[in-house]
């Protein structure tokens, strides 16, 4: 069974950066499409970015231009590299395997001045 541990989140002003990490433990992440989701307060979860296991990648049209979701096979890891943060993309961010979602404990992203 994959455990996804995601890191990397904080409070950062707008107009930042923060880039979020997903470590796979239990299985190779590379023969999975992935995703990351978020959800904010008040709000449904929502699919952020994909990635498939060649490396083509997807992204909601708010974010597009602005992050970035990489994958690192060798490190079982994929990443979410955010910029020009807004206060909207203040939510929870959870990585999950594409085609069969599962939520972990997330990680806090909090855009604020």
């Known amino acids: 069974q994959v455990q996804l541990v995601e890191s990397g989140g904080g409070l950062v002003q707008p107009g930042g950066s923060l880039r979020l990490s997903c470590t796979a433990s239990?299985?190779?992440?590379?023969?999975?499409?992935m995703a990351w989701y978020r959800q904010a307060p008040g709000k449904q979860r929502e699919l952020v970015a994909t990635i498939s296991r060649g490396g083509s990648t997807n992204y909601r049209d708010s974010v597009k231009g602005r992050f970035t979701m990489s994958r690192e096979n060798a490190k079982n890891t994929v990443y979410l590299q955010m910029n020009n943060l807004k206060p909207e993309d203040t939510a929870v961010y959870y990585c999950?395997?594409?085609?069969?979602?599962?939520w972990g404990e997330g990680t806090q992203v909090t855009v604020s001045s």
């Open positions: 239990g299985s190779m992440l590379s023969i999975y499409s």
């Open positions: 999950t395997i594409l085609e069969t979602p599962s």
